[in-house]
T-cell receptor, first 113, second 113 residues
């Protein structure tokens, strides 16, 4: 059973398009995250939701909009894609306990051409 | 806010040699420390964690890390590495007063035969 699943695994699209990445977790966790990993493997937090409420919103262009329909899902919508958006996007989840580790999905490799 | 520095971006070693991957953190409050491993084309997996108690923590595959509060370090060690240990390793820290986990830039461990 996949604990944190993301779709799609690969996404190739052209500049200016709008795309979405979906994430679902079946661990019963309260908190979900989106991280961006660039070509140098640097991992940067983008958003965090707790029980559908936004709790972390780092300095991310407003072209990126997270949406959490329920606490098991956190989707990422990106408008007007740019070349610099090319990266691997990871969804993660954790219980709402401060010392809990994160459980990661396998990532979505986004390539903008 | 907390921050993490991984001092080595790449560490090449020969099989069966010992290895140390260095991690230093910065925080003004109590912290929880983690090491994650990322194999190619996969998400991050928890390797080990320090929450409290004994400052030496171990993983099931022979890695260990020691929390040193005075030096604000959490270095990862293994006495004898295998080819299968080749991966990217990330140190991470979360603070006692928030749910925000911050990652270091990663260290690429390459084990050569």
């Amino acid at each position: 059973d996949t604990a944190v699943s993301q779709t799609p695994k690969y996404l190739v699209t052209q500049m200016g398009n709008d795309k979405s990445i979906k994430c679902e977790q079946n661990l019963g966790h309260d908190t979900m995250y989106w991280y961006k990993q660039d070509s140098k493997k640097f991992l940067k937090i983008m958003f965090s939701y707790n029980n559908k409420e936004l709790i972390i919103n780092e300095t991310v262009p407003n072209r990126f909009s997270p949406k959490s329909p329920d606490k098991a899902h956190l989707n990422l919508h990106i408008n007007s894609l740019e070349l610099g958006d090319s990266a691997v996007y990871f969804c993660a989840s954790s219980p709402r306990v401060r010392n809990s580790p994160l459980h990661f999905g396998n990532g979505t490799r986004l390539t903008v051409t | 806010a907390q921050s993490v520095t991984q001092l080595d971006s790449q560490v090449p070693v020969f099989e069966e040699a010992p290895v140390e991957l260095r991690c230093n953190y910065s925080s003004s409050v109590s912290v929880y420390l983690f090491w994650y491993v990322q194999y190619p084309n996969q998400g991050l997996q928890l390797l080990l964690k320090y929450l409290s108690g004994s400052t030496l923590v171990e993983s099931i595959n022979g890695f260990e890390a020691e929390f040193n509060k005075s030096q604000t370090s959490f270095h990862l060690r293994k006495p004898s590495v295998h080819i299968s240990d080749t991966a990217e390793y990330f140190c991470a820290v979360s603070e006692d007063n928030n749910n925000d986990m911050r990652f270091g830039a990663g260290t690429r461990l390459t084990v050569k035969p």
